[in-house]
């Protein structure tokens, strides 16, 4: 009998008609299908519909995955040997997951697995159930120790990266995690030394000599890290990050020139986009420091057309050179739009309050300076210029507080902040707590000589003329073209009757063009 072709065919799908499905038959197809038929009581179901779950990716090999733990064996089974053909990361994973391990090294491939996973915890109980069951191999212990590394436990990292280098004292890879965990809690020195042991151990390991170039930035030993930075370039000439910590190295040090070679062989090799950019504004604040304002800002549009993640400090860096090559309107634009990218970024508030201040409105800055150490309460250079505004502002009261908290925050030059606290004091008349911060000033620079001079001045109010010429004449020691000191030891002078002094004084001051 020929066949009717209104009526369905074995495998076609019903979608309509009055009659239900049958128990565990296929209605609707898909992934949805699958999970229906996974979910049948029966056996037989479940496993043909593991097969099929293989035809839709990721999701289909997940179910697969989950079929571990299926009530039925013969279910598992069938789940075992369709992963065991898949070479997904995830399906080898989840086989060796699955497998109660029989010795130490099976316990370790697990645990390595379990921490490929995510599972920091529990890669960590196979790891130590391995160095339980045999605790003379050293990759157990660094194993482990990597995990606590992870889960930011670097105490128990350092001592299990330590017990490895006890089993094994040549194994380099414990002393450069050691290192690394060192230099992650500041331990520079130490550090330090677990590099160069590494390198001992492996002298062509680039990462170890980028690792102590930065331990030896740290510890202010420039031309050391320049040093181990060339031989990790030397070693591989493709790593990037130490071309750039050359190049800061030498910033620092003041080989710009040199710097500028580096970021630009980053930028020319095309590393990828945000070490690109950061080059760009490394290099583009090298150029505004040599006073080339026009490539600082080329440099910064380059940066900013890379659109990598730091673009309000890119900003702002244009903003500060379009302000010293005078486009004051550029440069709070450029401020305004840091700002705006980061509300938080409190940088941006204290250079768009130095703008405000140049430019005489110093309420504004203050609302800036406010801002900005609201973000950042240990902002040194937010307290002082918002110490400068008051103090243009005549509020001497708390311009003391504000260079006060500066001195308190233990700067690293502390001298023109007791100083600037003197001029507040001095303007107040408080001679006595004046000559203090002067004095502070000179103890910590003897060469400054308008501390000395401003000292002389409190001295002379108090009509001590003596130390006041004493001051006066260290000042013109230090400064022989400094008129204010000639013109006011010429007062002194007179003040002591000593007429022909005082004559020489103020003769000096017309010849220097006072």
């Not at 299926?70 to 994973?93: F, H, N, P």
């Not at 230099?183 to 690792?211: G, T, V």
């Not at 240990?378 to 260079?403: H, P, V």
């Not at 500066?406 to 001029?423: A, D, F, M, T």
């Amino acid at each position: 009998m020929p066949e009717n072709p209104q009526e369905p065919r074995e495998y076609d799908a019903v979608l309509g008609g009055e009659n239900p499905p049958l128990p565990d038959s296929v209605v609707l197809g898909g992934i949805e299908g699958v999970k229906r038929r996974l979910a049948s009581k029966v056996v037989e179901v479940r496993i043909a519909a593991l097969q099929d779950a293989l035809n839709y990716g990721d999701a289909g090999l997940d179910l697969v995955i989950e079929a571990l733990q299926d009530e039925s064996t013969q279910v598992k089974s069938a789940a075992i040997r369709l992963l065991r053909d898949r070479k997904e990361l995830k399906a080898q994973l989840a086989l060796l997951l699955r497998l109660k391990p029989a010795n130490p090294k099976g316990y370790n491939q697990r645990g390595l697995a379990r921490q490929r996973l995510g599972d920091l915890q529990g890669a960590i109980d196979d790891f130590t159930i391995a160095i339980a069951r045999y605790h003379r191999n050293p990759d157990y212990y660094c194993n482990r120790g990597l995990c606590y590394q992870q889960l930011g436990d670097i105490q128990e990292a350092i001592s299990d990266f330590t017990k490895a280098t006890r089993v094994n004292r040549k194994y380099y890879d414990a002393y450069f995690y050691r290192g690394i965990c060192l230099q992650s809690i500041s331990s520079f020195e130490i550090a330090k030394n677990n590099f160069l042991y590494a390198i001992s151990l492996k002298p062509d390991s680039a990462i170890a000599h980028y690792n102590c170039g930065l331990c030896s930035y740290e510890l202010k030993r420039y031309n050391y890290a320049i040093h181990h930075y060339s031989n990790a370039i030397k070693i591989d000439p493709t790593y990037p990050h130490s071309y750039m910590g050359r190049a800061q190295t030498n910033t620092t040090l003041g080989n710009y020139q040199e710097a500028i070679e580096d970021y630009s062989f980053i930028i020319r090799v095309n590393y990828y986009k945000s070490l690109k950019a950061l080059a760009y504004n490394y290099r583009g604040a090298i150029y505004d420091s040599l006073e080339n304002y026009q490539q600082a800002i080329a440099d910064a549009n380059k940066a900013i057309e890379l659109k990598h993640n730091n673009l309000e400090w890119t900003y702002e860096n244009r903003g500060i050179s379009r302000y010293k090559l005078g486009d004051v309107q550029g440069a709070l634009a450029d401020l305004n739009q840091a700002i705006a990218i980061n509300p938080n970024y409190y940088r941006a508030y204290n250079s768009r309050g130095f703008v405000k201040s140049a430019m005489g409105n110093h309420q504004e800055a203050i609302k800036d300076f406010n801002r900005a150490i609201a973000l950042n309460q240990s902002y040194l250079d937010a307290y002082n210029n918002r110490g400068i505004s008051r103090t243009k502002l005549e509020d001497f009261i708390g311009a003391i507080a504000d260079f006060s908290q500066i001195i308190n925050l233990n700067p690293p030059s502390p001298e023109n902040h007791y100083y600037n606290r003197g001029i507040c004091h001095l303007s107040q008349k408080d001679y006595i707590n004046a000559i203090k911060d002067f004095s502070q000033t000179i103890d910590i620079n003897p060469n400054y000589f308008n501390a000395y001079h401003n000292r002389g001045c409190c001295y002379f109010e108090l009509k001590d003329y003596p130390a006041a010429i004493n001051d006066f004449s260290r000042a013109i020691k230090i400064n022989p073209q400094y008129i204010p000191a000639y013109s006011a030891r010429g007062n002194a002078y007179i003040a002591l009757g000593e007429i022909t002094k005082a004559e020489f004084d103020f003769k000096k001051v017309k010849e220097l063009g006072g």
